[in-house]
């Protein structure tokens, strides 16, 4: 997972700043581009072919939401950069998905870089994918890996009226987008809540060396949330200080709440860590008294023993004269005598607490 | 513990912002709605059926102050905010009870969520409790999750004329009723203090198994309680700081007091912590005790018997020709031999100071 | 010691603000209460019987230092307050022996709480006492919670005219107050330093059980110093950045000396508390290396005998025909061989390292 | 590695300041020194002899970027410092190689000290070596250690025309400079990746004492990276945030470019800490755990035969009357007997999962 | 060491504060007055007798620079005290060597103290001792605890006219004594270098507990190093700021390097840090690998043995009826199935790498 921040920027040292190089895995065979057109009284919605039946929107007055799925094609990207205007280093920005959650206002727009998370059931495994926002006035471009359906739900509620998307602006839109990544994290520790309760009840019952694996694993997760969503409280933050012209203060409104989720994930995240935390030194006990108990008990298991196996010992010695072995009775003195010790250590080592 | 953090977060994932959706457990069968209303020389108090009855209270020149217990009816929590003029995000934060405490200026309007924290002896955890405040000049409403007693006292002082209660504003109703949940945390401490005791003197006597387990959820109770106070305390240090025209600077003397006993909270919470680390450390290292003492014990007590149990073998052998064996009293002074030997063992032990 | 920090606070809770309740130990018979009147050429000093005979120096323009012994008499502390113009908060907070050092300022008077450290020798635990003071233009009023010695030194200087103190203000006389209490935080450390000196040799000779308990209490100790110091250095400074008329920019340089006190005293306590870490680890260690020694030694003492045992086994068995046993003298090779294996362990371990 | 910092600083004490005396390793035999000569339309590069052929480019109005490789020839860089007035402590900075990452402004130049890292897969060593620019309006003198090819890319673009370096002033240069130095931490990383990779499967096999050594030279690696890049990080922070006359805004876009790499490598380095210290774990939890595996194997090892040899001790003994040894079977019933004793230990001691 | 920072406070409690009394070790026998009386192109040096000799040149404009060597003469730095106009509380520091660095203003003079180190190799022991400095515009008076010859070729250079010195004002005078003692540091660090790296081979071959020993005083003086840089960190910082008139720009930029110096010894500090902390986990694990292979070794031994002993054992019972007793090579196949039983519980362990 920690090579998830470092995919391939060998590939990168000694070009031109600037250069559009894709970085990641292509998660999609062709780029998908899709366009949401709508203002208080009006919705259009249509899958495009190719890039330059964007253009026309960006001097229509109408909202417009511009969405790419697909990375891997640098020229459309430049084509899209070229028309809407945009600095060489946010395309750059934009095809390497090893950036961090940052934005950056520039004048007539505003570049926000986010991470999405899902757990891939299947490879048990956190994936981060990276959802680029550019608005300006009356246009938003985003840009995601691959086809997904995290903003389905927002599409929903443009088409249908819900809610105050039609009337506010494109800065609204944008907190509405922020607002569907910012959930899915919500849901990523719910999952995650699910797997740790299992684990604990694992633990609780029949602790393996497999629980100490999951616990680590978890715990590289929960680090590796925590960083993402880091950044992303302070992306949140400095759009919600109100200081840009291109958001407006009902919007601040709406970000605020968005920061307060961010908050309360680091809450969730910390908490679990020192859950996870807990779960460590549960099984590192649990495991020391497992051995603790398995030395002490045949510990004493042969201290028992041994004194018996010496007294036995005497009497298989070869003296020509040891009176007791004349004795016709001596022998069974002898098995009383052993059960004696035996029993008197018992009780001794009981009366200690060692067994 | 740390689920309380996301009761059921996934229920909402894909709303609209500003959708009423109660998050938590439904704790009363039904909403509970009480009024005061009172000034320097009149009180009021009444227990109201609908909600329309407390409308009138909002343009009324005296103090009102209007308690709701119970969050799950949310058709009644919406009418409240429309009349009222209340931002849509302020009633989702109301009726959801993950939020944090915290604190948000509104204009003409304050929205406070605090925690009320209480012990359950019955299922021995700490249970919290959202409280939501919201005041302007003449009218405070306090949502509850469900009837509590806390206020009680307070509904006394007013009804009796205690302090400046009925002298002062509505604010200084609002600090009230912050103090009366901060004071809950005393009483929480105190008896965490009881049981923490308990603890340490079964500590200092008879450690077991369930002893760590003990000290692990208390350990957990404490992080959960700082996690609790420390938003509390920026809240009630954004209020006193007396930035608000709503909060007089009369109240924020009085808020300045409540600061101060967060602030004393938490450094309580610091030195129960400090001292469950302490204990951990103690029960820890009470257990290696035990451990090591049985392993020196019996590891001394075989490394005595061990060469005896050697020249009683010796003496066992059937070789033919064993010159000691003949004289009639060697087995005695074999006898001898080996008490000496054992014993000069123990007292070599002794003097090392392992036994 | 923890519980310090909560002495009883469950008595309070759901009282009105500002209720007077002395919180603490009543730690004297009877509330003194003594007068010193001074300016530069005139002193006077008294003991006096009711709080009554205060009052007339409000307003006298020589200033006044009233000392009160006692904190348990509310009626008495409640009606300084009203004579002297002092806010129900603070009268509060003096009879509330739990406050943490701070400092308020209310315009024409400052109200400081310190608090003064002693070490109890009998009962071998650190001691607190809170000291507050409130002091205007003209008059000074100091509380503790009994009658001591602390500020006699200071009563003498003034006086026998020593020093600035008859020359300089009340805020002087405030700042020399502060002097003293913060000079007795260097006698604990002195004290302390004697203590962990005494404990370090006897780790060094022969530690016990129970120097790991005096290294934790001290641990304790140093924690409860720093939670002391850390408040008051805050206190310090902010009375020293000069920003309260009430205090002279030329007294303001005597207070930055004793702000560097603290800081002293800060770094004291850093130092004490990296030793008794440092302590704690040789302590640790040394009882490991004690075990393993243990361990060691009679393991291998274990694994010479075994195989000579196992050598006398064969020569135990009662097989028809072996014929070593035949020959004469097989016993005394027996014997030498059995030298030979033992010897040839003890060479192999010693060089080895492991004896 | 950590001597790095402190190479050889003793042969200085005492000295005047801004006395230059090379403090490094002499890593080239001849100081090179090579001049390109730049602006929108024009191009040279040259190798150069003297250190006077310099001088006349200082006045030219085109950009001049002059290289130098090696620092042990004083008097050369003295002169430099003459012609080119600059402050006798850079020139010190610049010849002592124990310099940290830093920034300072001089009005009409900057001077900035930079580190660059590479792995020496000889020695597996990370070696550092000191780059310091120098840059006023027309002209940025950089000086290396030894020859690098880490600027040739750069070079080659500005030859070839390549991006906006030709267009953009000496401020762009600078920063282009800086990026291929932060490009080359990426690289260090992309190697140090793989070789924790590495370790990571063999630790996952066949953990040695090799391995935790080797853990170990990587966490020094990090901590050694860590402090390279934290000040470097604060130099661009400082150069970007546009308050230098020198460095105009369209720059400072892409100076916040590497600032963002700079936290990305920053991020990266504390994944890998957290990596390596989790491989730790894991290598002292396997270790424990083999350890552990042997002690409870042998232990129950012993445990089984240690009764059965006392059993057979018991009929050793020459008690002349025992009635067991006279029957003629007995013998296998005592076999049979040790085995059901033997098989009973073993099952009770897998049923503990003991085995 | 940590009782450096408490020599001797408790002589000083109760005391009217600015009452100078000497705190510390008497290190010279008779206090050294040493003047030097300097500007562009004069100089005198002379040592004189009494203090008053120097008063003159408090008016004089030359530069002058009084070095006084010793501090327990009182009543001699009182004097200067009152010829100079120095704070009372400035001659208290002075002759308390117990200070931390600091920094004060008085408008016509700064006040600064600093900690001179030094290895006293004679008794293995970090040293320090306290400099004041005090300078107006045109004199600067240095206070040592004894005759030191840290300053001697800052001497040299201003008698030799080497550098800035004889230019520069009485500020470049007091950058050039800090700039001194700021030096001394690096030679402690070279000397503690050369210490580290004995200390490391040993541990490399032949860890003892003595080795145990030296890494904790090695981090003991490490803390304590930290401890004096921290703050005189802080000084040079505050000084180089700019905020003082006695301070001229041009000694600002030479200040500055002075502040990279302190910054490059606390990195260096905190590498060592680094590295000691690594040096103690490398003996206890070195420590505890060695306890297992002792341990593993024998506890293979004795399991190898145990069984074997049990087969003679059976042997040596006493049946009347053992077929395999009667048969004359049963001997031989028994001894040649213990020798099967013996390898092949080699082997196994073998293969289980335990050997």
Known sequence: MPRFFMKSTKRKAGLTPGTLVHIGERKVERVGIRIIDYDETFFEEKEVETVEECFPFRDKETMTWINIDGLHDVEL????????????LVLEDIVNTDQRPKMEDFGDYLFVVLKMLYYDKERSELESEQVSLIFGTNFLISFQERQGNVFEPL????????????????????YALIDSIVDSYFV???????RVEYVEQELATTPTQDTLQVIRTFKKEMIFLRKSIWPLREVVNSLERGEFPL???????????????TVQIIDAVESYQDMLSGMLEVYLSSMSNKMNEVMKLLTVFAAIFIPLTFVA?????NFSFIPELEWKWSYFVFLFVLVVIGVSLLVYFRKKKWL
């Open 155 to 174: 599409k929903d509620r443009i088409k249908k009226r819900k809610g105050r998307v039609r009337k506010a602006g494109v800065d609204y839109l944008a």
């Open 313 to 317: 010992g005497i009497y298989g010695t």
């Open 247 to 261: 958001i407006q203060s009902a919007t601040g409104i709406y970000l605020r709440d968005v920061y307060d989720h």
């Open 188 to 194: 990523i520790l719910e999952q995650f809540g699910e």
């Open 77 to 88: 990207i430049e084509k899209i950069g070229q028309h809407f205007g945009l600095h060489p």
